[in-house]
Each structure stands twice: as structure tokens, then as C-alpha cells.
């Protein structure tokens, strides 16, 4: 069996896929930065899985507190010499460059995406596995979570409440709609990720303005490879020091945001990155999702075009969401007033 070879940057890793009826090697991706207040629990709940994972790779981003030696104190001196620990530092490189180093280094079948801050429950891992063995077309696996506090009090709402999700697009994620409902926005959070590392293949190198959680969803959804279990299967904690966090929020505060943020012109950059993206690594999505995806790219050529005078704007806005596209292709009245209230 050859090893496969992927790179990032430049660098190249590789790994052997496994064979057949042999279990899958499991790699965990965890990303850090000044994270010594709460990277410990979040090992000891890795640590804790009924399913044992193979490895843990921390990529730490330029911490200058005691992060990386409480990780090594957790998981390095552990009588067993499993799992395996591998630290990587750097340069800075941000959230997404810095999950891009962790992953490339992963040599798993399957990878599980941490936050540092988060508590994963003991059922985690092998919940994940067994879904990806029901659905082996399945690229990318996903969850929901239970948002707590800083003390793991729970706030009140799920990760899939606060992004609004439905039944209806639940049950549309993992069919053919999949790709549609990610080109709209997204509803995936890393921190409840495990995939495949044969999407790496189509994955890296992560584009910059892109989200690393994202940017892995909306591919595997290319592929109607995505799986979804609709189950918190993460506490995921809501503090003053998240890199990227989820808080509820009101309508109130959702007209003040609007009105006070610059109008987006980064979106069709970034639908552009993923048709070519599927161009250069030959994957071909069906005629649909090519469909929705050029329909996409020219409404947001058409959002490019909004008059600085608001009384003509809202007449423009008007006339495109006459087209339903708002709904289709953008979060719908949360991006018709935004782009009635920002600024240019």
C-alpha cells in the first residue's frame, strides 16, 4: 500500500490509508493561542472518549502563556504513550493558516477538528465513527452543541438554534441541497467536525478568507458528502477570549450590526474560490449545484452594484429581492438590511 501525499504551503505530509475492516486511525486537530485556562479540560474530555483516539496534533499560534505546557503535562507524560503528541509552532497565522498546519500534520483516517476551550462528551468520537460507517459516502460529519458559559452553564440555546437551523434544512443538508443551503451561509461549526482525510485532497490549501470549518463543509457538500447528527455532542464555550464564538442575538442588536458594519464585498471572492477550486482539483459536482453556483456568482456581481444614495438603494434592493435570490443565495432579510443599512 503507498502512502498518499498531500501538501499545504508547500510542505508535504503523508499518510496509509487504511484497509479494508481494518479500524480507522483517528487524529484530533486541536488549534491554540493563550488557551492554559481551559486547554486541560478540553485534553481530559479527548482523553476520556469511549472510543480512544491515535494521536493529538496541537498547532500552537504564538502563545506566551503556559498553553503548551499544560498540553504536554496532559497528554505527553501519559504512562500509556497514547495517544501519540505532536506540538507544532510557528510564525502567527491566524485561525484558519493555523488549522491548515494542524491538519496537514494529522496522518488519520478520519480528523476530529478542537477548539481549545471546548468539552467534548465521553460519546463523542464513537458517535461520529458509527456515523460515518452507516454513510460511507460521507465526507464530513458535523453535530450540534450545547452553548455554555465560561463555567459550562448552559446559555439556553443549541449551536443549530442560534444559526437558525430547521428540521426542513437539516433534513436538506445531507441530500442534494446540501451545497445550496452552504452557498447561503454557514451552519457548520468546526469545533463539532470530524471528516475524512481525502478531502484534504480537494481542501488545501485553505484560502484566506475563508473559515477552515466553512471552507471543509462547503466542499464535502460539493461532493454530497455531508453527515449531520442532530445531537449536542459538544459544550461549546462562550467566553470574553473566543477566536470564534456564537452568541445569541436580538433583533435589536441585529439592526444596530447592520447599520454600523461596512456593506460585504467579499462574497463573491469567495464564491469564485470554490468554483475554481472544483475546476483545478477536477472535481465535478452535477449540473445543479453548477447551476446554483453561477447563479450565485451573478447575484453577487449585482450586490457589487448598490447605489451610495439609500433612497435609490432601497429601490435596487427592492428589485433584487423581487427575485427570491436574497433567500436563496444570501441569509435572506438579514442581508436586505444589510445591504440597506451599511455603509459603503
Not at 227 to 232: C, K, M, S, W
Request: proline residues 4%; positive net charge.
Amino acid at each position: 500500500m503507498t502512502p498518499e501525499k498531500l501538501t499545504t504551503n508547500g510542505q508535504p505530509c503523508y499518510a496509509k490509508r487504511s484497509g479494508a475492516g481494518k479500524a480507522p486511525k483517528l487524529s484530533v486537530a486541536m488549534c491554540t493561542y493563550n488557551g492554559d485556562r481551559y486547554v486541560e479540560e478540553q485534553l481530559r474530555s479527548i482523553l476520556g472518549q469511549s472510543r480512544a483516539v491515535d494521536e493529538i496534533i496541537v498547532s500552537d499560534d504564538g502563545s506566551s502563556d503556559a498553553t503548551l505546557d499544560k498540553v504536554r503535562e496532559t497528554v505527553g507524560n501519559l504512562p500509556s504513550g497514547r495517544p501519540v503528541l505532536k506540538t507544532l509552532t510557528g510564525s502567527r497565522l491566524g485561525i484558519t493558516q493555523n488549522f491548515a498546519r494542524a491538519v496537514s500534520a494529522c496522518t488519520g483516517d478520519i480528523i476530529f477538528l478542537s477548539d481549545q476551550d471546548d468539552v467534548w462528551v465521553p460519546s463523542k468520537v464513537e458517535r461520529i465513527l458509527k456515523e460515518f460507517e452507516r454513510h460511507p459516502n460521507s465526507l464530513l460529519v458535523f453535530s450540534d452543541a450545547r452553548l455554555v458559559d465560561a463555567s459550562l452553564n448552559e446559555i439556553g440555546k443549541s449551536q443549530f438554534q442560534t444559526v437558525r437551523m430547521t428540521n426542513r434544512q437539516r433534513r436538506a443538508l445531507t441530500g442534494q441541497r446540501g451545497f445550496e443551503i452552504l452557498l447561503r451561509r454557514n451552519v457548520v461549526t468546526g469545533a463539532t467536525v470530524a471528516f475524512r482525510r481525502e478531502l484534504l485532497q480537494i481542501a488545501l490549501p485553505f484560502p484566506r478568507n475563508w473559515l477552515h470549518d466553512e471552507w471543509l463543509a462547503i466542499l464535502a457538500a460539493a461532493k454530497n458528502g455531508l453527515g449531520i447528527i442532530d445531537e449536542p455532542l459538544v459544550m461549546y464555550r462562550q467566553h470574553d477570549s473566543n477566536q470564534c464564538g456564537m452568541r445569541p442575538e436580538s433583533i435589536t442588536s441585529q439592526v444596530a450590526s447592520a447599520a454600523s458594519s461596512y456593506r460585504d464585498t467579499k462574497r463573491y471572492a469567495r464564491i469564485r474560490q470554490v468554483a475554481d477550486r472544483l475546476v483545478e482539483t477536477n472535481t465535478n459536482p452535477d449540473g445543479q449545484r453548477l447551476h446554483h453556483l453561477q447563479l450565485a456568482l451573478n447575484f453577487e456581481e449585482k450586490r457589487q452594484c448598490l447605489p451610495a444614495s439609500r433612497f435609490k438603494r432601497i429601490l435596487y434592493v427592492g428589485r433584487l429581492a423581487i427575485t427570491g435570490r436574497y433567500w436563496r443565495y444570501t441569509d435572506g432579510a438579514r442581508s436586505i438590511l444589510k445591504d440597506i443599512l451599511a455603509r459603503q
